[in-house]
């Protein structure tokens, strides 16, 4: 009896966790793609100015 309902609580939080870590890479790579399309525009912005002090 006390095994069977350990072994619920086993699996049930494996998943839950597995659940958990999924969302929060979903939500990690929503954070990284904001964060890289500025990054992205910045480095752009900083190449133009360069290029264009060295001419």
Not at 18 to 34: D, N
Request: hydrophobic letters at 45%; proline letters at 0%; charged letters at 30%.
């Amino acid at each position: 009896m006390y095994f069977t309902i350990a072994a619920v609580f086993c699996i049930g939080f494996v998943i839950g966790m597995a659940f958990g870590m999924v969302r929060g890479k979903k939500e990690l790579v929503a954070e990284l793609q904001e964060h890289m399309s500025d990054f992205e525009k910045e480095v752009q912005d900083k190449l133009d100015d360069v290029l264009k002090n060295k001419n």
